[in-house]
């Protein structure tokens, strides 16, 4: 069964660390539904470990027929945030979708990470998100057309903290973020939603991180499969939601979610759920009760 995709035409779109993997995926394919998107990240210029630029992705969307605006942004500084705000406004005139996408990296347990690390998994993983989530909902709300704010984070699950309990402190929060602003949004017509992949997904975290490799990833399709097909549904079906990309693909009719791996016959390296635990286990020894 195929996937019936919205018409996003209209629409203005904000998605951070949109400069390669997952980010870029899904600025793309927003564009594709008739979205104009805002490319937002740091990366103006290559390099050897981090192929990819915001002015790349801003590039792809318009020659295809697309609106794009490449923006350079560190979610850490809250007046670029503000400024990339206001130039969307600017340069479209409406703000609709913010997918906070950006984040840090880093599964280490609480003995291994230093305080400067933690502090910026703080800051890029909810600081950030928090600040363009608070001036995306007054827009949206003063705008009276609705919206929907996504958020790249995890289900809670406590269980999955040792061995990466600074990391999951942030993503938990940011999570939390989006579950308070679901009720607290609904009466503007406003959807807040998480989405997180139930696999590794093929991206330069995971390359660099060397967590698996090709044959454990997916595509960074299934997350944009996934994404444009939640805002195309009613804002009561998805706001509060914490939507897992094969879970969710599979509510929508997708049978089959081995067609998004990078290696056909791969095998997909689960981060969440019941087989993520277990491959987990095995690697710390333990698992959270």
Request: aromatic share 6%.
């Amino acid at each position: 069964m195929s996937l019936q995709l919205p018409d996003l035409s209209g629409k203005t779109a904000i998605v951070t660390g949109a400069s390669r993997g997952i980010g870029k995926a899904l600025a793309i394919a927003l564009a594709k539904q008739g979205c104009a998107v805002v490319c937002a990240a740091k990366s103006e210029t290559e390099r050897e470990n981090l192929p990819g630029t915001i002015h790349m992705t801003a590039t792809e969307i318009t020659e295809a027929g697309g609106r794009a605006l490449a923006f350079r942004c560190n979610v850490r500084d809250a007046e670029e945030v503000e400024a990339m705000v206001a130039k969307t406004i600017e340069e479209f005139g409406s703000l609709d979708i913010v997918v906070n996408n950006a984040g840090a990296l880093w599964w280490q347990g609480v003995k291994d990470t230093p305080l400067r690390r933690f502090d910026l998994l703080l800051d890029v993983n909810l600081r950030g998100p928090f600040h363009l989530a608070h001036l995306a909902s007054n827009i949206m709300s003063k705008q009276g057309t609705g919206g929907h704010i996504v958020n790249l984070a995890p289900p809670v699950d406590l269980r999955m903290l040792p061995g990466k309990t600074p990391y999951l402190i942030t993503k938990f929060g940011m999570t939390m973020l989006t579950n308070g602003m679901a009720g607290e949004l609904a009466r503007d017509d406003i959807a807040a939603f998480n989405l997180w992949p139930a696999t590794a997904i093929e991206s330069q975290a995971t390359i660099n991180h060397q967590l698996g490799t090709r044959e454990n990833w997916r595509s960074p399709d299934i997350l944009s499969d996934a994404l444009i097909a939640a805002i195309g549904k009613p804002i009561a079906e998805v706001s509060g939601r914490d939507l897992i990309d094969e879970d969710w693909l599979e509510e929508c009719g997708v049978e089959d979610c081995s067609i998004y791996n990078c290696v056909e016959g791969g095998t997909p390296l689960y981060i969440h759920g019941p087989k993520a635990l277990m491959q987990w286990k095995d690697k710390t020894g333990t698992v959270g009760k």
